[in-house]
């Protein structure tokens, strides 16, 4: 099992379009398939199709309110990746992705205001060491500086063990459950109903 000594001054940074036809090959090795059974965090019995395409990752990119960040091995190779939103929430208590901006936020003003954390990807083979709580952590700088008094994340029900391992480090569950869909089916279709259980954690 690899240890956190082996990831030591690896630098995590902010992704752009060049990476991310890497990013995409990293995502979907790590969440659908057969070379995801080896990690934990596997979807390959509970969806089928490709989790995402460099496409999409690129025009993601794009949104002024979504970032991408990804720690790369000495070879050049990505080994753990995220995605954060910032997201508007107005006064019904539900966010709206997309419409707030990432730059300039006032700090002192964080009402209304949230950071989405998803798509946390860590190479199959190297899960167990630490990288997922070192993005996590990273993560959370980035949604402090952003001026969020918390983040938020969905996960599919029957994940129960990333549940379980999001608890662990101060996520709870808020209660409110979502439909698990896909707009295209290439993205993923479901071989059980399934739901998305939000959970949050606050860093403020």
Not at 56 to 68: G, Y
Not at 180 to 193: E, K, L, S, Y
């Amino acid at each position: 099992m690899p240890s956190d000594s082996d990831f030591k001054g690896l630098e995590i940074y902010t992704a752009t379009a060049e990476d991310a036809t890497d990013l995409a090959a990293h995502v979907n090795a790590a969440y659908r398939g057969e070379t995801s059974r080896a990690g934990w965090t596997t979807e390959a019995d509970l969806v089928s199709g490709t989790r995402t395409t460099a496409d999409q990752l690129a025009d993601e990119m794009k949104l002024p309110n979504v970032r991408f960040e990804v720690m790369r091995d000495r070879e050049g190779k990505i080994l753990a990746s995220v995605e954060l939103v910032l997201e508007d929430v107005p006064e019904s208590g539900e966010s709206a992705i997309g419409t707030a901006g990432a730059e300039g936020v006032d700090s002192s003003h964080v009402r209304g205001r949230v950071c989405y954390l998803g798509m946390l990807t860590v190479r199959p083979t190297k899960q167990g060491g630490g990288l997922g709580r070192r993005m996590l952590e990273h993560s959370e700088a980035i949604a402090r500086a952003w001026g969020c008094p918390k983040i938020r994340m969905t996960v599919i029900d029957r994940r129960t063990e990333l549940l379980a391992y999001y608890e662990r480090r101060g996520y709870v569950r808020t209660g409110v459950e979502h439909p698990f869909h896909f707009d295209d089916p290439r993205f993923g279709v479901a071989a059980v109903p399934l739901k998305m259980v939000e959970l949050e954690k606050k860093i403020r």
